[in-house]
């Protein structure tokens, strides 16, 4: 059973950088090849998109966030990370990793970020 788990801090200051991991249990050969992504919620908000990193290695950002945005990945795919540069409050949310092919097969639990002093 694939299962995947968020992790990093929950508490990060205004204008650092929020790095999180995702591990991916439980995969398979053709999980491997599944696209890599990260997604969050704002509080009272949907889910926004962030970016992806597909099986080539070639990353994907939301233009609104491209320039402080780094996803990246293990050689062996299991772990994968995100990093957003100098966050402000507004950076607050629930964040996601997900992966799948076409659509987001399969989801980790979500992780709490707050961006405060």
């Known amino acids: 059973q694939v299962q995947l788990q968020e992790s990093g801090p929950g508490l990060v200051k205004p204008s650092q950088t929020l790095s999180l991991t995702c591990t991916v249990s439980?995969?398979?050969?053709?999980?491997?090849?599944?696209?890599r992504t990260w997604i969050r919620q704002p509080p009272g908000k949907g889910l926004e998109w962030i970016g992806y990193?597909?099986?080539?290695?070639?990353?994907y950002y939301s233009p609104s966030l491209k320039s402080r945005t780094s996803i990246s990945r293990t050689t062996s795919k299991n772990h994968f990370t995100l990093q957003l540069s100098s966050v402000t409050p507004e950076d607050t949310a629930v964040y996601y990793c997900?992966?799948?092919?076409?659509?987001?097969?399969?989801w980790g639990q979500g992780t709490q970020v707050t961006v405060s002093s």
């Open positions: 990193i597909d099986d080539s290695g070639s990353t």
């Open positions: 997900a992966i799948g092919l076409s659509s987001y097969d399969y």
């Open positions: 439980g995969g398979s050969i053709i999980t491997n090849y599944y696209n």
